[in-house]
């Protein structure tokens, strides 16, 4: 069994979300999406903050040593050390209500990502690659929230979350990037919450944030449930591996969607908060520009 979630950041995020784990900052890095905020944290105890000029659903780690960012109109390059983000790839500009919301990497340096709409209700949202300079639709059924997508460790199945419907789907991964049929892998019901953000371990086996479910659950290649862990607050919206051995599993929360009185019931909404797991998480391959 894992470890109990503690707060280890007292950030307070609106819309915590996208962590990520970058081996050469020896960081977490993630994102408060309705503040359009951009952290970095350092497990000793110290976060540094930057402003992005729209909702920023995500941060990635580049091959060149830049940042790679997804804002609601498209990609940018980040510079931490000047703060600047300059978009190199526009999504969606028919679209004008949606935004772009989660996304990770594939073995090969390719990002995998969503769109939603930013009212989160209508069924605009779609999941594209970016490989090389080109974004291609992945053909996947459009749904109002996009969650994922996530990798296998070997990159052949990917998982993608439809936050609404209540469903994990995953899809077999070509070679060449193209994907199989998507077939339903875990569904939740209505007591459950919201699947959130998923990553995968080390063994295969694929972690969940629920949204309004007040855990995180990991699930194994066949869909079987096998562990669960609670948090002090109720939504949890993604994990993600980090620490020297990658077993450190860091959590983003957050307050939207609360309540006065729910907020002041969970104090530490929105924090970012850390657990020991037994399995090791996957390093982050950079993004190939």
């Known amino acids: 069994m894992t470890g109990t979630p503690v707060s280890v950041c007292d950030v307070h995020a609106v819309l915590g979300e996208g962590p990520v784990w970058i081996e050469r900052d020896e960081a977490l890095w993630f994102v408060d999406i309705k503040r359009h905020k951009v952290h970095r944290f350092d497990p000793a105890g110290a976060l540094f903050s930057w402003e992005a000029p729209r909702q920023v659903g995500w ?28 978009r190199f790839a526009e999504v969606e500009p028919d679209r004008p209500g949606n935004r ?13 990502f969503g769109s939603m709409d930013d009212g989160e209700a ?3 949202g779609r999941f594209y690659c970016f490989d090389r300079g080109t974004i291609a639709d992945t053909a996947l059924a459009p749904v109002a929230i996009t969650n994922g997508p996530a990798l296998s460790p070997d990159g052949r199945l990917l998982y993608h979350t439809d936050t609404l419907g209540r469903v ?6 070509a070679e060449e990037g193209s994907l199989g049929p998507a077939r339903e892998f875990v569904r939740f019901g209505a007591g459950d919450g919201y699947p959130d ?18 855990e995180a659950r990991r699930y194994a290649p066949d869909g079987r449930l096998l562990e669960s862990v609670r ?9 993600a591996f980090g620490g020297p051995n990658l077993r450190t599993l860091y959590a983003t929360t957050a307050a939207k969607g609360l309540s006065e009185a729910e907020l002041a019931a969970q104090p530490e909404a929105g924090n ?6 037994d ?9 190939a520009l």
């Open 272 to 277: 970012l908060f850390a657990f020991e797991a």
């Open 122 to 124: 209508a069924i605009t």
């Open 168 to 173: 994990i789907h995953v899809a077999d991964v």
């Open 231 to 239: 948090f002090p607050v109720a939504n949890i919206t993604k994990l």
């Open 279 to 287: 399995v090791a998480g996957v390093p982050v391959t950079p993004v």
């Open 197 to 214: 953000g998923p990553i995968v371990d080390a063994e295969g086996c694929v972690w969940t944030g629920l949204y309004a479910g007040w």
């Open 59 to 86: 941060i990635l780690p580049a091959d060149d040593g830049a940042m790679v960012a997804g804002l609601q109109d498209g990609l940018y390059r980040f510079d931490p050390a000047s703060g600047d983000f300059s």
């Open 100 to 112: 772009l919301n989660d996304a990770a990497t594939d073995p090969k340096g390719r990002i995998w």
